[in-house]
Nanobody, 126 residues
Framework: QVQLVESGGGLVQAGGSLRLSCVRSGRTFSTYAMGWFRQAPGKEREWVTSISIDWIGTSTWYADSVKGRFTISRDIAKNTVYLQMNSLKPEDTAIYYC?????????????????WGQGTQVTVSS
């Protein structure tokens, strides 16, 4: 089993920044992917960004809607993945979830991820 705990959400004005954290505990994988997803009220959960860790190294991918504004990173020693969100817009308002997949090729599909956190609310006011 893997446990994921997100934190760092909150209320911010448009143009502001937040940094989300996702602490992972439990079972470990030698190669894996971690992703951030978000779900706004009345909408489907959508992929935001992901980071893969395998024998080649680390790779990151971003949805077009956040490219250039959001950055995913990780701290190996703390078993933590971060999502730095800059230049926030009201349309970024959603519950943000982190997820982990034992498949380092996991990208945008929610079904590719094995474990999920409980989510953290991000609200961007205009």
């Amino acid at each position: 089993q893997v446990q994921l705990v997100e934190s760092g959400g909150g209320l911010v004005q448009a143009g502001g920044s937040l940094r989300l954290s996702c602490v992972r505990s439990g079972r470990t994988f030698s190669t894996y992917a971690m992703g951030w997803f978000r779900q706004a009220p009345g909408k489907e959960r959508e992929w935001v960004t992901s980071i893969s860790i395998d024998w080649i190294g680390t790779s990151t991918w971003y949805a077009d809607s956040v490219k250039g504004r959001f950055t995913i990173s990780r701290d190996i020693a703390k078993n933590t993945v971060y999502l730095q969100m800059n230049s926030l817009k009201p349309e970024d308002t959603a519950i943000y979830y982190c997820a982990v997949s034992s498949n380092s090729y996991a990208r945008t599909m929610t079904s590719a991820y094995d474990y999920w956190g409980q989510g953290t609310q991000v609200t961007v006011s205009s």
